[in-house]
C-alpha cells in the first residue's frame, strides 16, 4: 500500500490539516508504512467473529432525559479564542 | 531534612497519622526536589506551588479534625492530560498550551476530595501519542536513570518523577501500554484498571474504547491504595461501570505463610517470548518466574495465538477513535487559533495545522483514511473483529485453563537512548507490542520492576481477568515482599 502525493493532500485535506508542499514526502513514507502494518489484518482469520466495540459488550447507558448541567456559558466562552455578546466569533461564512 | 522522598505513600500515611511530619512539611520538600531536579529531567510542565501549600496546609487541618482518609496530605503528580480546574492543561500540546480547564476531571475531584495534594501536572506524549515522551511540545522527559534514555511513554513524566522521588506518586493514562511502559522503563509499578473502572469524564480523549487511567507507584501498596480512590461509578462517564468495589490495600496478604501462592496459576506465554524480546530482559523475566514458584505458584504454558494482529489491530482502532476525538480542536471554542484566517477553511486547518505536532498529526490522518469511504470494512470493521480474536484468547485462558494471572514482560527492551526511534514511527510502535492486545481487551495489567539489566529498570507485566485487580496487586505484593528491586533509587536522587 502506497500513498501518492495526492492522496496525502486529499487526507490532510479530509481531516482539516494545513499540510505544506515540504512535509508531504515524509508523511507519504510514514503513512504508507503504517498502512503496510495494518494490512496485516487481511491475513487474520475472521470467519464469523462480530465485531467487538465495548471490551466488555456492555450497552449504552441511559439517563432521564431531564436537564442536568448548570448554564456555565460565561466560564465556557471565557476561554475561547474570540467572542463577543456571548458567541463564538468566526471568519465570515455567508458572503 | 529527612529523606520523606526515600517512603513509600503507605509509610508517608503512616507517619503523617501519627503527627510525624505534616503535609506542609512533606509538600515543600517535595516542591524543593522539583525545583533541584526538574530543569534536567523537565517531567513537570506545570509546578503549582501555591494551591499545593494551600491544599497541603487543609490536609493537616484535616488530619488534627481527625477526618482523614489514608490518602489526606499525600503528595501527588497529575499526568497533564486530567482537566485541573483554574490550572494549564496542556495535553503537552501547542494546541492546549493557552488551555485552562474551566472543571474539574472526576479523578482529579476524588483525588482532591481525599485529600490528596496536586504537585503539578507532568510532562507527556502529546494527547498521549508516543512511547518515549519525545512528541510533547514542551520537549522530551529524560529517564532519571540515565539522563541519555527516555523515560517511556507516554505517561513519562508521572513516571520520571516518581522514579526521581519527586513525587511519591502519580496518576498515568493508558491506551497501549502508556502506564506500564514507562513504569517499566523506570523502574515503577504502574496500573492499567479494567475498562470503565475508573472514570474517563474530563480526561482528554485519545482512543475512547481503550483509554483507561490508573496510579503509577513505587509499589503494589501504594497503587492499591490510589486505584482504591480512583476507581468508581460516574453517571458522567458513559462507559463507566457501576459495581462493588473491593478494599484492594486490605486484599494483600501480609501474612508470615512462606508460600502465599499455593493455588495461583501463572500463563506464561509463548508468543511473549519470541523474537525481538532482548536477551537481558528475558533472563530477568526467567528469573522472576523463578521466584514465583518459590513463593508457591504454579506456572503454566499458554498460547494467545492471535498475538501478532495485536499491533495492527491497535493502528487502525486507535488512530481511528482519535480523528474523531481531535476534530473537536477546531480554533473556534477554545485551544489554539491560526493568525487571520481568510474564512472557516482557512481557520480550521491552519489552525490544526500549526497547534498540533507531526505524530498527532499522523495519527489523525491515518484514522480519517481507515473510516473514508470505501476503506471502512476492510480497515476498521476488520480490526474491531481481530479485537474480538484477541480478546477470546484471553477468555479461552482465564476462563477455559482456569488461569490467574499472565506473566511476561513489559516492553521488549530497557529504556532506549533519546532520538534512537524518533525518525521511524513504526520501530516506536512495536515497543508497546506486549502491552496493546491488553487495551484491546479492556483487561486490567500491571508493570512491576524486577532484577535491572546494566543498571536499567526492567518490567514485568501481570495481566488479569476482568475485574481482577485485587488479585493482580497481591500477587505483585507477594513479590514484592521478598525482594528490594521496587525499592531502588536513582543513586543521584536517593540523598
Known amino acids: 500500500m502506497t500513498l501518492e502525493h495526492t492522496d496525502v493532500e486529499r487526507i490532510a485535506h479530509l481531516a ?61 466562552l471565557a476561554i475561547a479564542p474570540h467572542s463577543e455578546a456571548g458567541l463564538y466569533l468566526v471568519p465570515k461564512v455567508i458572503e | 531534612m529527612t529523606n520523606y522522598h526515600t517512603a513509600t505513600v503507605a509509610e508517608l500515611s503512616h507517619a503523617l497519622h501519627s503527627k510525624k511530619v505534616s503535609s506542609v512539611e512533606l509538600t515543600r520538600h517535595f516542591l524543593d526536589r522539583i525545583a533541584a531536579h526538574d530543569r534536567r529531567l523537565n517531567s513537570f510542565i506545570t509546578v503549582t506551588t501555591e494551591q499545593a501549600l494551600a491544599a497541603a496546609a487543609e490536609a493537616d487541618r484535616r488530619i488534627a479534625a481527625g477526618q482523614a482518609g489514608p490518602l ?15 490550572v494549564r492543561t496542556s495535553c503537552a500540546s501547542r494546541m492546549l498550551d493557552n488551555f485552562i480547564a474551566p472543571y474539574d476531571a472526576t479523578t482529579v475531584q476524588r483525588l482532591n476530595a481525599a485529600g490528596m495534594v496536586m504537585l503539578g501536572k507532568t510532562n507527556m506524549d502529546e494527547f498521549a501519542m508516543g512511547s518515549s515522551n519525545e512528541t510533547s511540545y514542551y520537549g522530551p522527559v529524560r529517564n532519571p536513570w540515565d539522563l541519555d534514555r527516555v523515560p517511556g511513554g507516554s505517561s513519562g513524566g508521572s513516571a520520571a518523577a516518581v522514579a526521581a522521588r519527586l513525587a511519591p506518586i502519580a496518576t498515568g493514562t493508558d491506551t497501549g501500554g502508556s502506564i506500564r511502559q514507562p513504569a517499566a522503563l523506570c523502574g515503577l509499578t504502574g496500573l492499567k484498571p479494567t475498562y470503565g473502572l475508573v472514570s474517563r469524564y474530563g480526561m482528554i480523549a485519545f482512543a475512547s474504547s481503550l483509554d483507561q487511567a490508573g496510579p503509577i507507584a513505587q509499589s503494589a501498596e501504594d ?8 476507581a468508581g461509578f460516574d453517571p458522567r462517564d458513559s462507559t463507566s461501570l457501576d459495581r462493588h468495589l473491593p478494599d484492594y490495600r486490605a486484599a494483600l496478604d501480609n501474612s508470615d505463610n512462606t508460600s502465599p501462592l499455593v493455588g495461583v496459576r501463572i ?97 489523525i490522518m491515518v484514522g480519517t483514511y ?22 477470546d484468547d484471553f477468555r479461552r485462558v482465564f476462563d477455559g485453563q482456569q488461569v490467574d494471572v ?25 515497543s508497546d507490542i506486549y502491552t496493546i492486545a491488553v487495551n484491546l481487551a479492556g483487561l486490567p495489567a500491571l508493570s512491576m520492576p524486577v532484577r535491572p539489566v546494566e543498571g536499567l529498570p526492567v518490567g514485568l507485566q501481570l495481566i ?31 540523598k
Open chain 1, 16 to 76: 482539516r490539516l494545513q499540510i505544506s508542499g515540504d512535509e508531504i514526502p515524509a508523511y507519504q513514507n510514514s503513512l504508507s508504512a503504517i498502512l503496510a502494518l495494518v494490512g496485516e489484518l487481511k491475513l487474520a482469520d475472521v470467519g464469523q467473529v462480530l465485531p467487538m466495540a465495548h471490551p466488555l459488550d456492555v450497552a449504552q447507558r441511559l439517563r432521564p432525559d431531564v436537564v442536568s448541567e448548570a448554564d456555565q456559558r460565561d466560564r465556557f
Open chain 2, 72 to 86: 489526606t496530605g499525600i503528595p501527588l503528580a497529575q499526568k497533564d492530560i486530567f482537566c485541573t480546574e483554574g
Open chain 2, 406 to 430: 499472565i506473566l511476561g514482560p513489559t516492553a521488549p527492551t530497557t529504556a532506549f537512548r533519546l532520538n534512537d526511534k524518533t525518525s521511524d514511527p513504526l520501530a516506536m510502535y512495536l
Open chain 2, 370 to 391: 481507515v473510516l473514508s469511504a470505501g476503506y471502512y470494512d476492510a480497515y476498521y470493521l476488520q480490526a474491531q473483529k481481530v479485537r474480538r480474536l484477541i480478546s
Open chain 2, 267 to 363: 500463563g506464561v506465554p509463548q508468543e511473549y517470548f519470541g523474537d525481538g524480546l532482548s536477551k537481558g530482559v528475558h533472563d530477568a523475566i526467567a528469573a522472576a518466574i523463578a521466584a514465583y514458584r518459590k513463593l508457591g505458584a504454579e506456572t503454566v504454558d499458554i498460547t494467545l495465538p492471535n498475538t501478532r494482529y495485536a499491533v495492527p489491530a491497535y493502528y487502525v482502532v486507535a488512530p481511528a477513535e482519535c480523528s474523531s476525538n481531535l476534530s473537536r480542536f477546531d480554533g473556534v471554542r477554545f485551544g489554539h487559533r491560526c493568525q487571520d484566517a481568510v474564512d472557516l477553511m482557512d481557520l480550521y486547518k491552519r489552525s490544526r495545522g500549526e497547534g498540533f505536532g507531526a505524530e498527532v498529526k499522523r495519527r
Open chain 2, 223 to 230: 497503587a492499591a491504595l490510589l486505584l482504591q480512590a480512583l
Open chain 2, 464 to 494: 488479569g481477568n476482568y475485574f481482577s485487580e485485587a488479585q493482580l496487586l497481591n500477587v505483585a505484593h507477594q513479590y514484592q515482599r521478598v525482594t528490594t528491586w521496587h525499592r531502588q533509587i536513582p543513586q543521584a536522587y536517593a
